[in-house]
């Protein structure tokens, strides 16, 4: 199955207690592609500046990632600077210049209208609802956000998420969103909205899937050396929905496999800077991390 | 095999968002005691003032727990008022009366000092010191402690851990003792002081068990109506030594059960203030709950 991902391809500076980039290869869909990659390779709808070190997606290009729908207009690329603390989930926007993102529409390839999966990332929700209204009839549709959209365009973030299939947010902003800081009220409360699967990322602490009949959750992979947690969500949506794609089968026995294969991929993207971590895996690395989930997650019955 | 318990039996207020409960029964050893109590009875050592209501300790006596060795002291019994926001792990002591706990020996009883699993709950590290003199030989002996301890007498906490076979703690108790943010470390840290199992209880986020050989996690129980969490960490610690207890089976694979089986009493605890959601429980209930963990961790390999 082919998945289309709408989000940004940024340019990122990171801090963390170790160490500082600068200008470093970022943004949702580029993660999201990234991970995905090892999977079923993504269409990627975006938009960078003239001033984007394009060659940096070649690893991408490379790796079957289609870039047709990327707009490379005048102007500067989106570019994202964050500081995190020693511990991986507290995170602060130091700087946030959308740049050509700004003037950014969506425009759907024609080629990609008829895409299976639709990954729509943390873009404005009117970018989101926009892309809905061109891809003809996903067979699963996804949606993201952040605390920013959940603040200032709620109403039609809303409205997004009544018509997609699936939601991932973090325990922040699913909190932020359903004014419920009670997970299980939560998950509830936005399944009732309309998605038939509510996936919450907790970061270090793990995920957990909702769905009416079914409620799963799995620990974070233990990663001794957290680097930069930038992308572990997209990274995680990357995952989870590339597998699906490559295995095309939407059961709960399968979501939940997606879940651990997104999870996996998260915890390769967190060792390392950028998206370094997700750069040169095989195959038998995504498995054995895999097989390790089901190690450290077993217990008798 | 029996448990021998050293803690505290109190009464505590708790303040919740929704409730506020005041001089109701609470204190480490009165929650271990309730908690094991499903599994195998323990014998408590504790001390309480004049004022303290021993007909609240009658449901424990019917369920087998021993209190010959619970002091009856002139003077005031220990209390304890804490309140919570509305995340459940976020706890503001407001209150700390030690009352007749403050000139507390703990007295072993003759015919407790052959006690085969020791529970050394979080009273002061020179009480827990004196225990360790005084149990003959416990063929399982394990500690817990709380940030004032910590803070105040580290050193001989650390020869505690030292000579106990495992430790118990909270993720934000284990940060502070080892100075590490990252849990993976933490646990590294503690396992080279002695030990050979470390338990990091992470309230709403669940527990992970670490030996020198594996890595075990588990989510918390998805409990929709967290009333009061007090005592759940006391709580998990009597389920996972009470399952011991009846099981005799120290294995990896016994252990990871009582983890579960600890989770699943701590669940119990937080849907009721006080100890109520550990009265009258059936072992159909517990083992429901059990398999409700296998059902909400597993995913096919």
Chains 1, 2 share one sequence.
């Not at 996936?199 to 620990?219: C, L, R, W, Y």
Request: aromatic letters at 10%; charged letters at 25%.
């Amino acid at each position: 199955m082919n998945i289309l991902v709408v989000g940004s391809v940024a340019l990122d500076t990171v801090e963390t207690p170790v160490q500082k980039v600068t200008d470093v290869l970022g943004g949702s869909a580029t993660y999201f592609a990234a991970a995905a990659s090892y999977f079923s390779p993504a269409r990627v709808v975006a938009a960078v500046g003239e001033d984007f070190p394009l060659q940096e997606l070649d690893f991408l290009k490379q790796r079957g990632v289609d870039f047709a729908g990327l707009q490379i207009r005048k102007g500067k690329s989106f570019r994202w600077a964050g500081r995190y603390g020693p511990r991986p989930n507290d995170r602060q926007t130091l700087l946030l210049e959308p740049g050509v993102f700004s003037h950014f529409q969506p425009t759907i390839p024609e080629q990609y209208r008829d895409s299976e999966i639709l990954f729509l990332a943390n873009i404005d929700p009117e970018l989101q609802q926009s892309v809905l209204e061109q891809v003809r009839c996903p067979r699963l549709s996804c949606c993201d956000t952040i605390d920013h959209w959940i603040r200032t365009k709620r109403q039609i973030l809303l409205q997004n998420l009544a018509q997609v299939d699936t939601v991932i947010l973090n325990d922040a902003e699913i909190e932020e969103l359903t004014e419920e800081s009670n997970l299980i009220k939560a998950c509830k409360s936005v399944l009732e909205r309309g998605p038939r699967t509510v996936i919450v990322k907790k970061g270090e602490h793990g995920a957990v899937m909702f769905t009416p009949d079914a409620f799963f959750s799995i620990p974070a992979y233990p990663v001794e050396l957290a680097c930069d947690p930038t992308g572990a969500g997209d990274s995680f949506a990357g995952g989870f929905l590339g597998y699906l794609a490559e295995t095309e089968d939407f059961s709960q026995t399968n979501l939940r496999k997606a879940v651990v294969y997104g999870s996996v991929m998260a915890s390769f993207t967190v060792e390392k800077f950028s998206v370094d971590g997700l750069k040169g895996l095989t195959h038998q690395q995504i498995k054995e991390r895999f097989t390790r989930f089901k190690q450290i997650t077993y217990f008798e019955c």
